[in-house]
């Protein structure tokens, strides 16, 4: 698809100012005006590899689009997801910080580089074992859970299993970490190689589906 927006510095600002206020509404909204500004929603579902009733619903939703269609439009429109430690924890100064919380920031940041390189590697099952992984590492999931949108029980569950839960539910997850999304830009001479990582994720989708009923 040719699209002389792709991957823009407008486009880029536009969506990480809405992925910065962790609202689903807004952030939607965002990736519905970066679809217009492509040029055609119908090229933006084909080269995604979904049909245009999908991607006019997927962002209406009240959980959201599922992950791996977040994931395919965004690259689709020239950009990644990563994870960030949130801005207003980011911003606050370290020397203000007592030695623990410190520890506990550089867990933060060490967990928010380990969910972008699985979000590189375009593998959901990769991902989904990231989110397993970190539940796992909570102290008291029971609590961790009450920070989310969901129950113990459905956060054990959530991630072992496809489809994963819906982008609501990862907004959530991820703010009670202390983090939040953001996108990258993708360079123009790599759109035929994440054209391959979308591939990937449409096939690792199914790979996760084959395996969903492992015990977590």
């Known amino acids: ?30 990736v519905g005006a970066a679809v217009l500004r492509s040029g055609s929603i119908i090229e933006v579902a084909r080269a995604a590899e979904l049909d245009r009733v999908t991607l006019y619903r997927a962002f209406r939703l009240a959980k959201g689009p599922a992950l791996d269609n977040m994931i395919k439009v965004l690259r689709v429109l020239g950009f990644r997801l990563v994870v960030e430690v949130r801005c207003e924890v980011a911003n606050s100064h370290e020397r203000d910080v007592p030695i623990e919380g410190r520890s506990s920031a550089r867990k933060r ?48 569950r959530a991630f072992n299993q496809y489809p994963m839960p819906r982008f609501r539910t ?10 939040q999304f ?29 395996h969903a009923q492992r015990n977590f």
């Not at 991957?7 to 689903?24: I, P």
């Not at 990258?184 to 989708?205: C, D, F, G, P």
Request: aromatic content about 6%; overall charge positive; charged content about 25%.
């Open 109 to 156: 940041a060490a967990t928010a580089r380990r969910f972008t390189a699985a979000f590189k590697t375009g593998e959901m099952e990769a991902l989904a074992k990231v989110f397993r992984e970190t539940v796992q590492a909570q102290e008291n999931v029971a609590e961790f859970a009450c920070k989310t949108i969901t129950t113990r029980e459905t956060l054990y």
């Open 1 to 30: 698809m040719a699209n002389p927006g792709f991957g823009s510095k407008d486009v880029e600002k536009l969506l990480n100012a809405a992925f910065e206020t962790n609202d689903l509404q807004r952030i939607c909204r965002a």
């Open 182 to 210: 953001a996108v990258r830009r993708l360079a123009r001479s790599r759109r035929q190689n994440e054209a391959h990582v979308a591939t990937k994720t449409h096939k690792s989708t199914v790979h996760l589906n084959v």
């Open 170 to 179: 990862l907004l959530s997850f991820l703010s009670a970490l202390d983090l």
